[in-house]
């Protein structure tokens, strides 16, 4: 979706420079250079968190400690809802689930609540127990708790169904229509 919705705003971009034209081209030209600038924002941004991502678990899987922290259970993360994605688990759409883990620090005996990165399948039969955990020992609030086990499925956002498309492309066409309707408008 977002490759999309990138593309849409580069076009949108190139059209407001392109027809940029009289007593208004200044505007336009600025619209131009920030639908181009937002659009290339869009079409990066998803592979750049991805990196951060798996940067961050593979410098736990080297770095951290290994613990084996005690499965609470799952919980629906009701702070995201994405509507036209998988099997709705809420009347207003997808939530992503998430698992929540408990630790005793031994030397301490402070508890630690661990919750893992947003799933999108419901993991709560498959769950084991026990739950690895690669904490910085020095700062356990700082951690990467294992999901791989549940495999990609469940780590991956499920992909945007077709009828969403109609939509941005809906869009794009009212934003070209405003464009030429404003470009009339002031006479260009």
């Not at 030209?29 to 639908?35: L, R, V």
């Not at 997808?94 to 698992?99: L, N, T």
């Not at 910085?136 to 499925?153: A, H, Q, T, V």
Request: charged letters at 15%; one cysteine or more.
């Amino acid at each position: 979706m977002s490759k999309y919705m990138a593309i849409m705003a580069i076009l949108s971009g190139i059209i407001f420079i392109k027809f940029a034209e009289g007593p208004i081209q200044s505007s336009f030209m600025k619209m131009g250079f920030m639908f181009i600038v937002a659009g290339v924002v869009i079409f990066i941004a998803p592979s750049i968190l991805k990196m951060v991502k798996k940067m961050k678990m593979n410098y736990f899987l080297t770095n951290g400690t290994s613990i084996k922290a005690d499965v609470e259970g799952v919980f629906i993360n009701y702070s995201i809802k994405l509507k036209g994605y998988g099997s709705w688990n809420t009347s207003t759409g997808q939530s992503p689930y998430k698992i929540k883990a408990e630790w005793c620090n031994p030397r301490t005996n402070q508890i630690h609540i661990f919750t893992s990165e947003n799933l999108w399948i419901d993991s709560s039969i498959d769950l084991p127990s026990q739950i690895d955990v690669y904490i910085d020992e020095l700062n356990p609030k700082k951690y990467y708790m294992d999901c791989r086990f549940l495999g990609d499925s469940a780590l991956t956002m499920p992909k945007m169904g077709k009828s969403a498309i109609i939509p941005m492309i809906l869009g794009f066409g009212i934003l070209i229509y405003m464009y030429f309707k404003l470009t009339s408008a002031f006479g260009v």
